[in-house]
């Protein structure tokens, strides 16, 4: 018994033995077949890197890429950009610096890089296509998912008055935006007051930095990465024309006021004033008005010419519109007859100072 049990012990270590040699076989032929597939060997930086991306928001993160090149931290070892169109910020800044660019769809993929990046490019990326970068293809996304999916993050965390949102560094998933995995993520405050166009800015520039932080640790964040619940997730849609309309009876200061900080440099306002589409354009906020005393004051500029609108909880004021022309509250009409005082007949709109003939 006891040779028949030693035995046994002996043919079990044997097998374990064999077992664990059969899969460190596997294992390196797997690698071997990768490295052979996609001509790297490669598990850390430098990267051999393709960078998708269009706007101003994408140019931040490709500035620190391209400088990393010739960093100590050797984080990137070879660059090259993806674009969707001749002439968008991402195609001139990687022609000024000398970055080899790739028209969409981009072709010789095939064993030439690590790892994709992707940062407000607004396609869609096919799964044939991620499957030939080996460590997979990474977004900058400027908001917390997952709420805020979609193109228009920024603009939506202004106009629903967030204040906290973040950048969320995820990797891409081959049939929906932006509901990929976690690899890292950082918060960032929502100034008071601040337009898209700051927080965009801001955002950018964090951005960029959270990116180069992930691919120093790619390895290792795409063990530790987290998948999105469906929890808190939202959905950021393009801004449009249609968002510009105000709708008085059903918005108030404050919603106009975030609406203006969103969409106000891109799309301006509008309304129907006696019968015409006007464009409201630089918005002063809040506005104090005495009807009995023609009294008009704003929080942080002395209002004595402007156009103002009631709503359900106050006032706001607009320095100029726009019908055919441009038109400030001191715009002279052709006669030279000002009006001096108007108010519609419903106690929505007051103008003072603005030409009555041009209305």
Known sequence: MWTNGTTAVASLRIFQHLQHCCVQSLRRSKAERWQRRFGTSSSGPPWRLLFFGSDEFAVESLKLLSSSRSSSKGIVETLEVVT??????????????????????????????????????????????????????????PSLLPRWRGPAPIFHTIMHGDAVTGVTIMQIHPHRFDVGPILNQELHPVPEKCTADELGAALATKGAH??????????????????????????????????????????????IDRLYRAIGSQIPLRTIWMGRTIKLLDFVGRCHISLSGMFIKNRS???????????????????????????????????????????????????????SCLF
Request: hydrophobic share 40%; with cysteine; net charge positive.
């Open 210 to 255: 959270l990116l180069i932080d992930t691919l120093t640790t790619l390895s290792q964040r795409l063990v530790q990465k987290r998948e999105q619940g469906e929890k808190g997730a939202t959905f950021a849609p393009k801004i449009n024309m249609s968002m510009s309309w105000m709708v008085w009876e059903e918005q108030t200061c404050d919603q």
């Open 84 to 141: 969707l169109s001749s002439d968008v910020p991402v195609k001139r800044f990687a022609q000024q610096n000398h970055l080899p660019v790739q028209s969409w769809p981009p072709e010789n993929v095939d064993g030439q890089f690590d790892v994709g990046v992707v940062v407000s490019f607004g396609r869609l990326l096919h799964e044939r296509l991620i499957n030939k970068f080996p460590y997979g293809i990474l977004n900058v996304h």
């Open 301 to 355: 500029i002395g209002l004595r010419t402007c156009l103002m609108q009631n709503l359900s909880d106050g006032w706001v004021g607009f320095k100029a519109v726009l019908l055919k022309k441009r038109l400030t509250a001191r715009t002279q009409c052709c006669d030279a007859t000002a009006l001096n005082f108007f108010l519609d007949g419903n106690m929505k709109f007051i103008v003072v100072n603005l030409c």
